[in-house]
């Protein structure tokens, strides 16, 4: 079998990719080859869903917002709407070194467009009076372009492809010849030969690169999900907060949704979605307890683990074609962020498949190139 473009991965940023590259016209034979089409173990089903503003690298902040417009104009594109919260997002500080970084931030969001806004904590308290703020320095508030939306609803919109073609199966070689990739080898035990190549593996993006010798600093890091009711909640209209000690928590209908970072964090199996039950009593609980009156009884309900596909050089994502294999292209390492960054990354890895240059956005600074000069280029706004 032949293909033009083929793409490792069907989830949002594969899917997106095909999307975008019909969209700009690109009229020859593109697979995609997913190995589980249920999307169960995916990151995009396990996502917290969140699209924010907030980031200290210009790019990442860029990106998002091209994000949020995509996201409110699906109605008008797929007929869907993908009920986008905009409830903001809320950093808090506790010390003044933390609050230099939020105002640091601050004025790369706000250079970029962003509509994000400090608060000393007589505004916190005022404007939002079920937390305690008395520990806090600063915050950091987006009023309007982040919040959390429907995952799923923008996967289905970037699967109405028209002419994909999609596989299911596990690709488990490449082959090279004259630094490019010549052909893909699948599991069932077909063979499927290429003009480009498309890493959107995920969390198995690594092992994908490592097929065509690539080393790619791309890890599974578990993050376990928490659903949990109050016996007391603050109003539903409350944005996503995210505490000086790492915790995230935010209003998912009636009840809220919460994580955090592991303290052991590293390198997980494939496999392993275990959820982590012992965050939510010893990490979660007290510091939401310290935080609000209203998170003192609290009781999860449901979680889930799922997996970052972390990029351990700087926690940013990895796009672009590599210097040397001229027809392997990234789209990997997205470390938390990524659901947010598909329409972005799947419109400008689209442009340079078919233009040869990024068009819209211009996703340099993301690069292999500083993977293989080992230059970090860092996005301190992970959650
Ligand atoms: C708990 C959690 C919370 C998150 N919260 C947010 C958030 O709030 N906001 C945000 O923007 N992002 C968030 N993310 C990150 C976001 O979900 C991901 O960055 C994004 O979904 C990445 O999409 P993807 O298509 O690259 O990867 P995935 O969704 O993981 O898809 C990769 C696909 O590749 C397939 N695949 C892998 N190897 C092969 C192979 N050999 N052959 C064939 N197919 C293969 C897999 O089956 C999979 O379907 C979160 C992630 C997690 C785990």
């Known amino acids: 079998m032949k293909a033009d473009i083929v793409i490792c991965g069907g989830a949002v940023i594969g899917s997106a990719i095909a999307w975008f590259l019909e969209d700009l016209g690109f009229d020859g034979e593109i697979v995609i080859v997913e190995r589980d089409p249920s999307f169960a173990n995916s990151s995009t089903a396990l996502s917290a869903s969140g699209i924010r503003q907030q980031f200290s690298q210009a790019i990442n902040v860029q990106i998002s917002r091209f994000g949020v417009d995509f996201i409110k104009s699906a109605p008008d594109r797929w007929g869907v709407d993908l009920n986008l919260h905009e409830q903001g997002y ?18 790369v969001q706000v250079e970029n467009g962003a509509d994000t806004l400090l608060l000393d904590p007589a505004q916190l308290a005022a404007q939002f009076p079920h937390l305690n703020v008395h520990d806090l320095t600063l915050g950091s508030f987006g009023p309007s372009g982040e919040g959390w939306f429907d995952n799923m609803g923008l996967l289905n919109g970037f699967r109405q492809t028209s002419d994909t073609k999609r596989i299911v199966d596990d690709i488990t070689g490449l082959t090279l010849t004259n630094n490019k990739v010549q052909s893909v080898q699948l599991a069932s035990g077909g063979t499927l030969s290429c003009g480009v190549f498309i890493n959107a593996a995920g969390p198995n993006a690594a092992s994908i690169a490592a097929m065509a010798g690539i080393e790619l600093p791309v890890e599974p890091r578990k993050r376990t999900n928490f659903m949990f009711d109050c016996a007391n909640s603050p109003p539903p209209t409350v944005p996503l907060m995210i505490d000086p000690t790492g915790v995230w928590c935010r209003p998912e209908g009636q ?24 965050q939510f009593e010893e990490i979660i609980w007290p510091a939401l307890a310290a935080r609000s009156v209203n998170f003192e009884a609290i009781k999860a309900s449901r979680f889930w683990a799922g997996h ?57 600074p993301l690069g292999f190139e500083r993977i293989l000069s080992k230059t970090p280029f860092e996005e301190k706004c992970v959650i």
Do not use: K, M
């Not at 009840?255 to 275990?274: E, I, M, Q, R, S």
């Open 255 to 278: 009840h809220f949704l919460t994580g955090c970072c592991p303290t052991d964090d590293g390198p997980v199996d494939p496999d392993d979605f275990t959820p982590d039950h012992t």
């Open 308 to 364: 970052y596909a972390y990029n351990t050089l700087d926690q940013n994502a990895v796009t672009g074609r590599h210097p040397e294999i001229s027809n392997f292209f990234f789209a990997n390492g997205f470390s938390g962020h990524g659901l947010q960054q598909a329409p972005a990354v799947g419109r400008a890895i689209a442009e340079l498949v078919t233009a040869g240059s990024y068009q819209t956005l211009n996703l340099s």
């Open 90 to 107: 809320l950093y808090l500080a506790n010390t003044e070194s933390g609050a230099q970084v939020l105002r640091q931030n601050h004025a």
